[in-house]
């Protein structure tokens, strides 16, 4: 469960001043305890009820031209202040259910109803409306592989609202929510703790009827590039392909690059023999292990569907990988 924060002030400043104190402050806000060191300066922002409408106002008027530019997330979101390596400052607004934009794009557009954890920790507050329901649970990520398929050890804890003036300090890879709709339209406001490290660190979707891992939800801009690499890179894209494999600090950027080692053979058993090759590393490398496992496993159904179920005959020779 989150932990609850309950600074008491009346006091009120503007967004900058927050921002200001944010990046003269404490350093390392991957520490949770100096991340919660800022809560009393979120509810200080939180007790101005006009700076957002007016920042909401001047991106109108000016056709959202600083949200276009910088505003990498969706129409959830509004960034309020972005582009440092050290923090990141957003407002997300939570409609209900029966709101249209929920109605015509669907929950899973608002993350409503997929159990998640998050690979940094943040302080969040309700700003306005009732507030999003969750249902939390913990998890003991030292535990895990991470992989997915993996059984998850979760531990349901209790199902809460983010009330307005409600704060808490999600620590990271440790909380997990399945978030519902409010019952009314709401808006929170949260200081994310950032790093150059993030990017490595996966975030997690969780299967609860099953209590297993079911998709790894943060995205990494190298895995991408990597296959590239090994499509389009000749003799120097497969030396690096080879290198990442070995020695990326990244199991999933090491994975990243067996499986696009695999994918430069045609055949499907060439390209199960090279995920065994990376199921058989290491017992430290877990991640790596079990995500080869499941790839071998599913080109060897795959090719075993096709030849028995679909095209009796000889082998298909065309590339089965995703």
Not at 270 to 294: I, K, Q, T
Request: proline share 5%; hydrophobic share 40%.
């Amino acid at each position: 469960m989150p932990v609850m924060m309950d600074p008491q002030t009346d006091e009120r400043i503007e967004l900058g001043d927050l921002v200001e104190a944010l990046e003269t402050g404490p350093s390392d806000l991957n520490d949770d305890e100096c991340l919660a060191s800022f809560a009393p300066s979120l509810r200080k922002l939180a007790n101005n009820r006009s700076f957002l409408g007016d920042l909401v106002i001047r991106e109108l008027k000016q056709r959202c031209a600083g949200q276009a530019a910088h505003n990498h997330y969706n129409a959830q979101v509004i960034l309020l202040h972005g582009g440092n390596r050290k923090f990141l400052l957003r407002a997300n607004f939570w409609p209900s259910a029966s709101d249209s934009v929920v109605v015509n794009s669907g929950a899973d557009a608002f993350f409503y109803g997929q159990p998640h954890d998050h690979n940094f920790s943040f302080l969040t507050v309700g700003y306005a409306g009732p507030g999003y329901w969750s249902d939390y649970y913990e998890h003991d990520y030292e535990r895990a592989a991470g992989y997915i398929g993996e059984k998850a050890e979760l531990r349901f804890v209790e199902r809460s609202r983010l009330a307005e003036g409600t704060m808490l300090l999600y620590r990271r890879h440790r909380d997990v929510h399945s978030q519902l709709p409010a019952d009314s339209l709401s808006v929170s406001i949260n200081i994310m703790a950032m790093s150059p490290a993030t990017e490595f660190l996966d975030q997690y979707g969780f299967d609860l009827q099953s209590a297993r891992i079911r998709s790894l939800v943060n995205r990494s801009t190298l895995e991408p590039l990597i296959a590239l690499a090994g499509h389009l890179g000749g003799e120097n894209g497969w030396d690096l392909i080879e290198h990442v494999a070995e020695r990326h600090p990244s199991e999933r950027i090491r994975f990243a690059a067996w499986k696009a080692k695999a994918n430069a053979f045609g055949r499907p058993d060439e390209r199960a023999a090279v995920y065994d090759e990376a199921a058989a590393s290491g017992p430290s490398n877990g991640f790596l292990r079990g995500m080869a496992a499941r790839e071998a496993a599913r080109i060897r159904n795959a090719r075993s569907f096709y030849r028995n179920a679909v095209l009796p005959g000889p082998e298909p020779s065309f590339s089965l990988s995703r």
